[in-house]
């Protein structure tokens, strides 16, 4: 469902927010932080990068707006990922700029961590590869 | 699943969290899916999606009546909602929901039946669309019209005939 939120979402934030064209992933990321969640949900998450190659980024939430109204998973639902839809609706509109990505919980307030935390793996293009063989 | 009691407004003076354009792409994405799932393709299949999606709606229009307490009379008001003597206890009330308030007619702030329909034209239709409905009409014998000349969640399907047979399934939440 977050996918296809994501695919058409992406539209409407490119319609109103007028950013330009992005040169690197770290700064893809930082438009989605600050200005798409921003424009969407009225937070801003922190942005940090998980390893050396820099396609691995985080973005921590402080306040996730989708939780206001729940304090505890139902039993029996423990391993439930309540917010997966964000993870969709981000991985969707990656896609829908030609970006492969792989977006997953990698820490929820709900089962007991400290913070959410939503891991973004950018997923190097088949094409990319081959053009760096040439060279 | 538990949930936070009743503490913030929705209403067009409260704090808005996210933007309004998400709910009509998750509306969308919604109806889409429970469609999608049903196996049976009949009108049997098609009533049981349809009743799904409007048990979600009146969920939803539940937990909004609950979490806005400038619907409800004050705490301090003799109208205010009371505990009754025959309700369980909130023990037995599974933990996944939330208890809900239990109002009669002589505890909700709106005595009038008339007034529960403007409620819902005015308040509770700007709480979800940002926007009031356009007419209500009567026969006066308990027969109510309301009409709304652009919902905002068919809107986008009206321009042609291309939706016509989706328009039901979107429509029946409400």
Redesign the interface.
Known sequence: ?GY??GT??VE?FLARSCVGRCHSYSEITDIIAQVAFK????ITPSVTCNNSSRNEFSLILDKN?LV????????G?SSLCYCN?LCGIIRGALEMVHLAADVTFLQDRLKGDSVTEIGITFLKKPEEKKYRRKK | ????SAG?SLGAGGR????A??FE??H???V??LWAHDPDSGPGGQNMSLSVLEGMGFRVGQ?LGE?NPAWLPPSSSPWAPQAWPGDPPASAWP??LPLPPRLSRETLAYREELDILKFLCKDLWMAVFQKQMDSLRTNHQGTYVLQDNSFPLLIRMASGLQYLEEAPKVSSRW
């Open positions: 469902m296809g939120i058409r979402l409407d424009m969407y949900l009225g707006p206001e109204f729940v304090e505890e998973l139902p039993a639902r839809l | 699943m538990r949930a936070r913030r808005r969290m996210a933007d354009v998400l792409f998750l969308t994405e919604m889409a899916e937990a979490r933990k996944c």
